[in-house]
């Protein structure tokens, strides 16, 4: 049975007829994509800007095109690449990131692929901003990526703290393949160091700052996510029936990895609701995002209870 929008063969061989430009394919493919009703959740928010994307990225032309470019005309070959990802990504639902393997976070450009969570975390703009006024940057000798997937978090902290040593942690092998192969492709494999571990399990000493986008996603959310999010690794995103499994470990067990000025920041999404509800004690300080979200939580180690009480 055809889904609604499906790109057929038929629509796609009048497309390859009729169409001409660069900006005829991308005007196209915003349409169907708008029409088969993707989610754009994976770094793009709206049909043109994806579109445009993965046209570029078939054409291997660069962002911002010329914009006399977008008159140009394409060869039948050419036509064929882009209209050739245009049809995954409305016939299987692929986010554009895996189709052309490329993501971006806190301005870096990311591999990615199926073994790794797409990199979106709003944490980005803190990093980007140095946790100012939370750390001293001279101050910070580590930091600890937990969950690190593709190791987004773990580079754009390395970037924003010359002079750290970071560990990139996660518990998937697969993932942390993929860690390696951006952590070597930033020529920062002194510095950065992926560790297979859960959670904490693994590390020793301390850190002052730990930051964390662990799997929060709740069971009934889990449920209903949008065909794409079922192309992300399941233990990347799922997190028992209120989606605290893993932030309940890490708050039972950061404190005794911080040092004493040390800060953690963990991002909770749609779970922060059950997080306040579980802990409505504990004064988490919800991080503003001028990019959009609130859902980003810190706590001092101060503020944070021994290790080991069993939260």
């Known amino acids: 049975m055809r889904k609604p929008g499906e790109l057929?063969?038929?629509?796609?061989?009048?497309?390859?007829?009729?169409?001409?430009?660069?900006?005829?394919?991308?005007?196209?493919?915003?349409?169907?994509?708008?029409?088969?009703g993707l989610c754009f959740g994976h770094g793009f928010d709206n049909a043109v800007d994806e579109a445009t994307a993965l046209a570029l990225h078939a054409l291997h032309l660069k962002s911002p095109l010329v914009a006399e470019l977008f008159a140009a005309r394409l060869t039948n070959e050419e036509q064929g690449e882009v209209l050739a990802l245009f049809a995954r990504r409305v016939n299987e639902r692929v986010p554009a990131a895996y189709l052309m393997g490329r993501a971006w976070f806190a301005g870096l450009a990311l591999n990615v692929d199926e073994r790794v969570l797409i990199p979106r975390s709003p944490i980005a703009e803190w990093i980007e901003r140095g946790f100012a006024p939370w750390v001293e940057p001279e101050q910070i000798a580590r930091v600890l990526d937990l969950g690190t997937g593709s190791g987004a978090i773990a580079i754009a902290c390395a970037f924003a703290f010359p002079a750290a040593e970071v560990d990139a942690v996660d518990v998937s092998e697969e993932a942390l393949e993929v860690a390696r192969t951006n952590i070597k492709a930033f020529g920062l494999e002194q510095r950065v160091h992926a560790v297979h571990s859960d959670l904490f399990s693994a590390l020793q000493g301390s850190y002052e700052l730990i930051v964390s986008n662990p799997p929060y996603v709740d069971a009934a959310l889990l449920a209903n996510l949008p065909p794409e999010y079922r192309h992300e690794p399941r233990q990347a995103l799922a997190a028992g029936e209120d989606g605290l499994a893993c932030v309940r470990r890490i708050l039972d067990e950061a404190g005794g990895y911080l040092s004493s000025r040390g800060v953690l920041v963990v991002e909770v999404g749609a779970s922060r609701a059950a997080l306040e509800q579980a802990f409505p004690e504990w004064p988490f300080t919800w991080l503003e995002l001028g990019r959009g979200g609130e859902n980003v939580f810190l706590l001092t180690a101060e503020q944070l209870p021994p290790a080991g009480r069993g939260y």
């Open 8 to 36: 057929s063969r038929e629509r796609l061989e009048a497309a390859e007829r009729e169409l001409r430009t660069i900006a005829d394919v991308i005007r196209w493919g915003a349409s169907r994509f708008n029409a088969a």
